[in-house]
């Protein structure tokens, strides 16, 4: 008998959770992901799991969430879907690292349905990505990144980098600061649906090679920057820009924002924000610095594969 | 010639600026503040005095802005109004303090004027509060502060107090952490019209007077407290409570969302951001402690005039 698309889509998750856990541990060298098992009382239910205090990662989880019930009215009108019913699942990670030249990375995938009144499927669509965040900005590791990504989505269509590339820059982006971004993006793709000649399944199939990419597109920029000396100078900055995250993800982020107003587990949520932020007033990088420099790219995103792809 | 409401209101805000900042100066006996005379693209502008490593004040803004023009659509829709145009004037400030020992205060006072096609008035309101966040609850301050709102409410009316203490509370709820409050509250009033027997002179005067009394309900508690000896313990606290007021400010606070959303100066609305911050996954003080006791006053607003008033 064959499996849904829901279960099959699931169980992947499942895997991937432990399969990255597992790797980022070792990259770690020193802490250990702790796993909470929630319940959600409307129906379904997580597993979070964090790190915390590494040689490596400050602070991080990568969390896995399966829920289903009534759709709520507040649900209904943010993701602009009629229906009586839905089912949802994703895996969401976030990871701040201790050392400044270690970039922040987040990914996420999932999966949603929605049914009507008899309990029949009126829609279903898959969505994800991943993001870089860099704080001192080595090319070399953006490019890389994004030809990762790019080999991901080519594997499927040529078509779909440069879209999800944009899409990406697009959704990342401070609007209360100029747009400025995040950081220097990734790939980002949303309701994607079983249509226009593309099956639920392919989609399934997109998603989850891109699940199963984020280790090799995101570890080997960590070892080639984990040991780097960095100062006091450098740990600021980093936590000045750690503040622009805040921003970003408490004031814009869809699926925080969604989470939250649905009544999420708010811890599960905002494992995402940094473990030490800084707010200053109107903090300007110096001219001609590193740190200007990455500014810079962040208010004018680049096209990152141009040129031949790196090897790292 | 008599002066028109709003240009009375806006001298009253820059004169009380002025005697804040002196004061809050001398308080701080190291740190000055610094002056950003800012203007609106669409009309208006303002003026931000930021003070930033002081002896006490880690980081604060008293920001006073005076704009007018064409309603926002946006603007229109968050007031739940209908306008041509507007003028709102304002005085916000938040201070927050390096020693753990003392709060952090929040104050702010306001008038708006809507105006039809023809530049008539059509609707005028004062709001405002004050509100103080302590990080170790000392309840004789708790009190003290208080009884300077009561004392400065009832001059006007004796309900007024009951019922602003009460919007305060619920107001400076996070909703997403069960209805933690952000601190131990103060008085929030809104949409205060000349109407009900009372005028719009009537709130002018309540509003200022409020204004008028922020010092007598803060400086007191800041010398009492400031010279505390306090060690990392103390300050990791601070820092994971300042992290609920990013959270608070970010995610409900309707000033702070209606600035960013209708284009504000980001800088002047976001000095309200404490200056380090720390995020940890489900941190639970423990049970017993000082930590502890504060957390269940938050979640559990006390009325802290049942009692007599104290003097500090």
């Known amino acids: 008998m064959s499996q849904s698309i829901k279960d099959q889509f699931t169980a992947h998750l499942r895997v991937l959770q432990n399969e990255i856990c597992q790797a980022l541990e070792q990259a770690d060298g020193k802490a250990r992901f702790v796993c909470d098992v929630w319940e959600r009382p409307d129906g379904g239910g997580g597993e979070s799991r964090i790190i915390n205090g590494g040689n490596v990662f400050e602070k991080g989880g990568v969390n896995v969430s399966v829920v289903h019930g009534k759709l709520p009215a507040i649900a209904a009108q943010q993701l602009k879907v009629d229906g009586d019913s839905f089912f949802a699942c994703g895996l969401s990670l976030v990871l701040h690292p201790s050392n400044p030249f270690v970039p922040t990375v987040h990914a996420n995938w999932r999966y949603f349905e929605l049914y009507n009144e008899d309990g029949e499927v009126m829609d279903a669509w898959f969505g994800g990505g991943t993001d870089l965040t860099p704080y001192y900005l080595f090319d070399n590791d953006a490019i890389y990144f994004h030809s990762v990504q790019k080999n991901s989505c080519d594997a499927f269509d040529q078509s779909l980098y440069p879209t999800f590339k944009k899409q990406c820059d697009q959704y990342f982006s401070n609007h209360h600061r100029d747009g400025e971004r995040r950081g220097v993006g ?27 990419n984020f280790l090799t597109a995101y570890l080997p920029i ?29 004031l814009h982020d869809r699926g925080t924002l969604f989470g939250i107003k649905t009544n999420g587990r708010t811890e599960s949520i905002l494992m995402s924000l940094p473990p030490t932020v800084r707010f200053e007033y109107n903090f300007q990088p110096t001219p001609g610095s590193e740190e200007a420099r990455l500014t810079e790219v962040l208010m004018n995103p680049k096209d990152w594969l141009t040129s031949n792809p790196v090897v790292l």
Chains 1, 2 share one sequence.
């Not at 980002?188 to 699940?211: Q, V």
């Not at 960590?222 to 780097?228: A, F, G, H, I, T």
């Not at 960095?230 to 995250?245: A, D, L, N, P, V």
Request: glycine share 8%; charged share 35%; net charge positive.
């Open 222 to 250: 960590v070892e080639k920057r984990k040991n780097k000396t960095f100062t006091s100078k450098h740990k600021f900055w980093q936590e000045i820009r750690r503040g622009r995250y805040v921003e970003f993800n408490l």
């Open 186 to 212: 990734g790939i980002f793709f949303d309701h994607c649906r079983g249509i226009a000649g593309r099956s639920l399944e392919f989609w399934k199939s997109f998603a989850e090679t891109n699940g199963k």
